[in-house]
Nanobody, 122 residues
């Protein structure tokens, strides 16, 4: 199995930036595709961005243009740089893997981290 650990969340004011990290260990061969999802209280888990082993990327419209997903394969780490943060970005952000396709559907990912809290104040 693969272990995923997110970090980099925290408190930030609107307009600020954060860089989230997802570090994988164990069966890192399950990280050909890695996605970022978020979940706010009372809402369903929402796709944010994804990246595959050849650096194909996919962004949700809500973050397109102000977020960048990248990866350092040698470090088994995927990053999500978020700029121009808005209060509606407040959520727990999860890293997901164990998918063979770059998908926006949470059901296609079977390995998940514990999440990191992002809170954006107005």
């Amino acid at each position: 199995q693969v272990q995923l650990v997110e970090s980099g969340g925290g408190l930030v004011q609107a307009g600020g930036s954060l860089r989230l990290s997802c570090a994988a260990s164990g069966r890192t061969g399950s990280t050909y595709v890695v996605g970022w999802f978020r979940q706010a209280p009372g809402k369903e888990r929402e796709f944010v961005a994804g990246i595959d082993i050849i650096w194909s990327t996919y962004y949700a419209d809500s973050v397109k243009g102000r977020s960048t997903i990248s990866r350092d394969i040698s470090k088994n780490t995927v990053y999500l740089q978020m700029n121009s943060l808005k209060p509606e970005d407040t959520a727990v952000y999860y890293c997901a893997a164990c998918s063979t396709t770059l998908s926006s559907s949470a059901e296609t990912y079977t390995c998940w981290g514990q999440g990191t809290q992002v809170t954006v104040s107005s």
